[in-house]
């Protein structure tokens, strides 16, 4: 019987990830790096991951997700959690019923229990795709939901942060999300449960300066871009002119921000090293 379960808990989140695809059948689709074109077959074989220089194509949270829990394993949390409008801003009911139409989604973040090498955990996902996977009142509460139901069975988090920062139609309670998710962390770290942060392009904002860098390890993706302001804005803002790579991910490394930058096909692999290195030092 639980075979049966597994086996279509994998088909949901493989359909559910085919649909993240942005990549149509017929047409390839042009790196925005080097300029060469790949098809959809070719890159989704290669995780989408550009074969020519290696640029990392933005990935949705669904498609995320089948790339690193093992199949069957997927369980989805608060599925059904609705976006709101709270300030009845003009036009955003509108612009979300798109995104919703776009991505399948009904908010930026889809979380998920699952396993991982057959290591237990909870995962949570931005989608970029979803206005910019800008921290919303709603994705704010599913990612604090998400970290209190790893606290409260005592698993490891892994999040993945993409994000254009806080949600401008939903104002100050957007912002306040900050606190709300910090709060969340503060929390599931004084249990010594293991929070490993992914900071993949973009990852700015709100969002990096609340939970995304709240990790016990963070990892990044090659190029992903990092930080509060960008780079634009800090220029102008300093008049100097920046160093190269400024904010990029090897850069962030190099100062000290990230702990490593994982290529999209070894972080399954170094994912699943982490839990199993923190489940023997759980057993000692």
Known sequence: MNSIFAKRRER?????????????????????????????????????????????????GYHRLSMVLDPGSFRELNE????????????YREKLAAAQRKTGMNEAAVTAL?????????????????????????????????????????????????????????????LMQMAKTSAAMERFSEKGLLFISVMTNPTTGGVTASFA??????????????????????????GQTLPEGFQRAEFQETHGFVDRVVPRKELRDTLEQLLRLHSKGDRK
Do not use: W
């Not at 709240?214 to 634009?232: C, K, Q, S, T, V």
């Open 80 to 91: 059904k959690y609705p976006a709101g409008d709270p300030l009845n801003f003009p036009g």
């Open 12 to 60: 949901l989140l493989a359909t559910k990830a085919m649909r993240d695809s942005y990549v149509p059948a017929d047409s390839p689709l042009k790196c925005p790096k080097c300029g060469q074109e790949s098809g959809r077959k070719e890159l989704t074989e290669n995780l989408y991951v550009c074969p020519v220089c290696g640029h990392h194509f933005p990935v949705g």
């Open 114 to 174: 699952g396993t991982i090498g057959g290591q237990k955990c909870v995962v949570g996902v931005l989608d970029s795709r979803f206005m910019m996977g800008s921290m919303s009142a709603a994705v704010g509460e599913k990612i604090t939901l998400a970290t209190e139901y790893a606290a409260k069975n005592q698993l490891p988090l892994i999040l993945f942060a993409a994000s254009g920062g806080a949600r401008m139609q939903e104002g100050i309670l957007s």
């Open 213 to 238: 860098s709240l990790g016990d390890i963070i990892l990044a993706e090659p190029g992903a871009l990092i930080g509060f302001a960008g780079p634009r804005v800090i220029q102008q803002t300093i």
